[in-house]
């Protein structure tokens, strides 16, 4: 499995920007896909998630209502639409996904893309 992100960049705050993970390899067992973030001095923590198969999703509270997760399964990319920028929005952002591995799960991570937000 492999997990390609791109789509990160500099914006001043109030702006959007929509980050892509591009995956390839074994995406039929894919159970889940994730973001994640870490910005300096600070642990990775869950942005959102979304379940390949019935798409439900799940925001860390302090995106709600500003970030959007999807996922085209046609193409095997995962969306992170992210509007209204602010400042603490800056970070690492990561693709993971959650693999269906026979009797247990196995997660995987992309390198990252740089999302930045000027005041």
């Known amino acids: 499995v492999q997990l390609v992100e791109s789509g990160g960049g500099l914006v001043q705050a109030g702006g959007s920007l929509r980050l892509s993970c591009a995956a390839s390899?074994?995406?039929?067992?894919?159970?889940?896909m994730a973001w994640f973030r870490q910005a300096p001095g600070k642990q990775r923590e869950l942005v959102a998630d979304i379940t390949v198969s019935g798409g439900t999703t799940n925001y860390a509270d302090s995106v709600k209502g500003r970030f959007t997760i999807s996922r085209d399964n046609g193409k095997n990319t995962m969306y992170l639409q992210m509007n209204s920028l602010k400042p603490e929005d800056a970070a690492v952002y990561y693709c993971?996904?959650?693999?269906?591995?026979?009797?247990?799960?196995?997660?995987?991570w992309g390198q990252g893309t740089q999302v930045t937000v000027s005041s």
């Open positions: 390899g074994n995406t039929v067992s894919f159970n889940s």
């Open positions: 993971n996904a959650k693999v269906h591995t026979g009797l247990a799960f196995r997660y995987y």
